[in-house]
Nanobody
Framework: QVQLVESGGGLVQAGGSLRLSCAAS????????MGWFRQPPGKEREFVAA????????YYADSVKGRFTISRDSAKNTVYLQMNSLKPEDTAVYYC?????????????????WGQGTQVTVSS
């Protein structure tokens, strides 16, 4: 059973930084793609970033490119989302997701497993 547990959310001022972590267990993730999504208040869940575990290729939404960095630590089975230069519009619940496909997918429907989410609030 795959389990994804996010941590690292919180309240930060605009311009600040946060690092989210996603601890993954229950599988060997070398053949997986890991993604980060977010759901702002009253809006649909949207793609943020993805990484193919083997090889480390990364993909970003245009809205976060240059500010956010996705990475993984194979020894710890953990995926990270480093978020810099945060803006109030980055406020959302952030979710970690995993799929057995190694083709990056920007749609939530393309992911098989989800974490419970962690709240990120950016004040102006």
């Amino acid at each position: 059973q795959v389990q994804l547990v996010e941590s690292g959310g919180g309240l930060v001022q605009a311009g600040g930084s946060l690092r989210l972590s996603c601890a993954a267990s229950g599988r060997t993730f070398s053949s997986y793609t890991m993604g980060w999504f977010r759901q702002p208040p009253g809006k649909e869940r949207e793609f943020v970033a993805a990484i193919i575990w083997t090889g480390g290729s990364t993909y970003y939404a245009d809205s976060v490119k240059g500010r956010f960095t996705i990475s993984r630590d194979s020894a710890k089975n953990t995926v990270y989302l480093q978020m810099n230069s945060l803006k109030p519009e980055d406020t959302a619940v952030y979710y970690c997701a995993a799929t057995r496909k190694t083709i990056p997918n920007r749609r939530p429907s393309g992911y098989d497993y989800w974490g419970q989410g962690t709240q990120v609030t950016v004040s102006s």
